[in-house]
């Protein structure tokens, strides 16, 4: 399986403090994009860092790529109750139709 | 605009019986495809379509139908539901179709919650 991990499966913080998302990945990718999940509703899309990108920042959103060590971690700075959800990260086959495959998730809990 | 809208939200099924989950998205999107959740699995991909008259297979395609006549319409049919496929659907979007560089975000409906008994 081309399927990617997420660590931790569970992070549960104050509200105010960062929260750290790690994904890892087996594969060579063109791309990696995190996609954020709320209880019951689709995956929305947060940010896409290509493979020869390090960093990206997007408004509270950080997201490194290291290829060699084929990891990406997504930091959420100031967290806010309403961070709460699923987070995924999610890498494309480099091959063919360039499919997306997703990894297990990180489910985010912000206390306020 | 809409985006992607996926119906039935909930279905119950029993055993052996069909049925079809519809999928459709107003952003002229040429790649559409479906994924289905389960608790620590992570998304996996079933169906997938580079554009309208062409689809192929995912990880997990077995007892799995789809066809994509239009490009607004990707709808994936059970042949004969069984307990295993009880599960959350997903179908996504994106723009681009086979040649096209996955550098785009896909975009995804709300799912169906599937349950088969």
């Known amino acids: 399986s081309q399927q990617g991990e997420e660590d931790p499966q569970a992070l549960s913080i104050q509200e105010g403090e960062n929260a750290t998302m790690n994904c890892s990945y087996k594969?060579?990718?063109?791309?990696l994009q995190w996609y954020r999940q709320n209880s019951g509703r689709g995956l929305v899309h947060l940010i896409l860092?290509?493979?020869?990108?390090r960093e990206k920042h997007s408004g509270r959103l950080r997201v490194t790529l290291d290829t060699s060590k084929k990891s990406s971690s997504l930091l959420i700075t100031a967290s806010r109750a309403a961070d709460t959800a699923s987070y995924f990260c999610?890498?494309?086959?480099?091959?063919?139709?360039?499919?997306?495959?997703f990894g297990t998730g990180t489910r985010l809990t912000v206390i306020p | 605009n809409a985006g992607v809208t996926q119906t039935p939200k909930f279905q119950v099924l029993k055993t052996g019986q069909s049925m079809t989950l519809q999928c459709a998205q107003d952003?002229?999107?040429?790649?559409m495809s479906w994924y289905r959740q389960d608790p620590g699995m992570g998304l996996r991909l079933i169906h997938y379509?580079?554009?309208?008259?062409?689809?192929d297979q995912g990880e997990v395609p077995n007892g799995y139908n789809v066809s994509r006549s239009t490009t607004e319409d990707f709808p994936l049919r059970l042949l004969s539901a069984a307990p295993s496929q009880t599960s959350v659907y997903f179908c996504?979007?994106?723009?681009?179709?086979?040649?096209?560089?996955?550098?785009?975000?896909?975009?995804f409906g709300d799912g169906t919650r599937l349950s088969i008994l």
């Open positions: 999610a890498t494309d086959a480099r091959t063919g139709a360039n499919n997306l495959f």
């Open positions: 594969t060579s990718i063109n791309n």
């Open positions: 952003m002229n999107h040429e790649y």
């Open positions: 860092i290509r493979s020869n990108e």
């Open positions: 996504a979007s994106r723009r681009g179709g086979a040649t096209f560089n996955s550098n785009q975000p896909q975009h």
């Open positions: 379509s580079v554009g309208a008259g062409i689809t």
